[in-house]
């Protein structure tokens, strides 16, 4: 570059500067006497917590959850409608109603599944008839 | 300057607790005096130089554990010295009484006084046509013009493009030519 050479002829590239006798020399023991202390960084470790006691909290929110929803269950099968309950809202068919008294009387009596299998077979329930008891009954 | 300066050995010394203080020595006293003529190409005065020089390495110090060695420790101690010079050059311009248009006046008249200066009267003006430099020009132009230091060089301390630090350096040297044709 021809303005930098032109400088370059005036003015040269040499050093102006001086420093007191002795600076350079003293200046890294100056300086290291009056350095901070570094401090010291202290790591502190961290117990290791083992998979089980981690996850327990979530266990015990998770029982918590399951235990609630079989308490609202529970609750709504005291509470829902039971086969006796429903005599009051008998069908008007005949032929249901009979077979529903039927039924009833022999599950009072204690009869056991297949016996009462037998009852509903003798009082001539064909499959419509079972059909039309089952739907009334749970409309009622 | 030390005589024999292994700079892997020295980073090694730098990354263990028990050595740090030791190759943190062994930098200051390798690196002191070259960080100096920079500091004091930019200030000037010798005892703000010292100033600036030991918060460029008390810094430095401090934050010997963020070293990690992927830079060269001079670049690294030159990023320091320099941004130390910018703040110093900042705050005495901020805590200065004297009038801008004076600025300029009483740096001179300084120069010419200081017991520490025994240039020439042609290196004198260069370094009042350097004083006119906005301060991260004035750098460049040093680094350039009395270093000579590649601008890949000067691009990895600065942190600025090549591209960059030539125009500016190509602007420095025309505003100082200019200012030395119209002082003589």
Request: aromatic share 12%; glycine share 2%; hydrophobic share 40%.
């Given at each position: 570059m021809k303005e930098e050479d032109d400088i370059l002829k005036k003015c040269g590239k040499g050093n102006p500067f001086t420093v007191p006798e002795g600076y350079f020399e003293q200046f890294t023991s100056n300086l290291m006497n009056h350095l901070p202390e570094k401090q010291e960084k202290v790591f502190i470790q961290t117990p290791k917590v083992s998979m089980t006691v981690r996850l327990k909290p979530l266990m015990y929110l998770a029982a918590s959850f399951v235990g609630l929803i079989l308490m609202i269950k529970a609750l709504i099968f005291v509470s829902a409608p039971t086969a006796h309950s429903s005599k009051t809202k008998l069908s008007t068919s005949p032929i249901a109603s009979t077979a529903i008294t039927t039924v009833d009387t022999a599950s009072e009596i204690g009869y056991s599944d297949q016996e009462l299998e037998a009852i509903v077979d003798r009082s001539k329930l064909d499959d419509y008839g079972v059909y039309q008891l089952v739907s009334e009954q749970t409309n009622n | 300057?030390?005589?024999?300066?292994?700079?892997?050995?020295?980073?090694?010394?730098?990354?263990?607790?028990?050595?740090?203080?030791?190759?943190?020595?062994?930098?200051?006293?390798?690196?002191?005096?070259?960080?100096?003529?920079?500091?004091?190409?930019?200030?000037?005065?010798?005892?703000?130089?010292?100033?600036?020089?030991?918060?460029?390495?008390?810094?430095?110090?401090?934050?010997?554990?963020?070293?990690?060695?992927?830079?060269?420790?001079?670049?690294?101690?030159?990023?320091?010295?320099?941004?130390?010079?910018?703040?110093?050059?900042?705050?005495?311009?901020?805590?200065?009484?004297?009038?801008?248009?004076?600025?300029?006046?009483?740096?001179?008249?300084?120069?010419?006084?200081?017991?520490?200066?025994?240039?020439?009267?042609?290196?004198?003006?260069?370094?009042?046509?350097?004083?006119?430099?906005?301060?991260?020009?004035?750098?460049?132009?040093?680094?350039?013009?009395f270093d000579d230091l590649r601008y890949e060089e000067i691009s990895s301390i600065l942190g600025v493009t090549v591209g960059a630090l030539k125009a500016s350096y190509f602007h420095a040297v025309q505003k100082i030519q200019k200012f030395i044709q119209e002082s003589l």
């Open positions: - | 300057m030390n005589p024999i300066y292994d700079e892997q050995q020295v980073i090694a010394l730098l990354q263990e607790p028990f050595t740090v203080k030791q190759g943190f020595e062994i930098i200051v006293r390798q690196y002191s005096e070259q960080l100096y003529w920079q500091i004091r190409r930019m200030v000037f005065d010798h005892d703000d130089a010292n100033d600036v020089l030991q918060n460029a390495f008390l810094k430095a110090w401090i934050n010997i554990d963020k070293f990690r060695g992927d830079a060269k420790i001079s670049t690294w101690l030159y990023r320091i010295a320099f941004n130390e010079c910018l703040t110093f050059i900042n705050n005495k311009k901020a805590e200065s009484t004297v009038c801008i248009d004076d600025m300029e006046d009483s740096e001179v008249k300084s120069l010419s006084s200081d017991s520490y200066f025994e240039g020439t009267e042609a290196q004198r003006l260069l370094l009042d046509a350097i004083k006119i430099l906005p301060e991260k020009q004035r750098i460049i132009f040093n680094l350039k013009y």
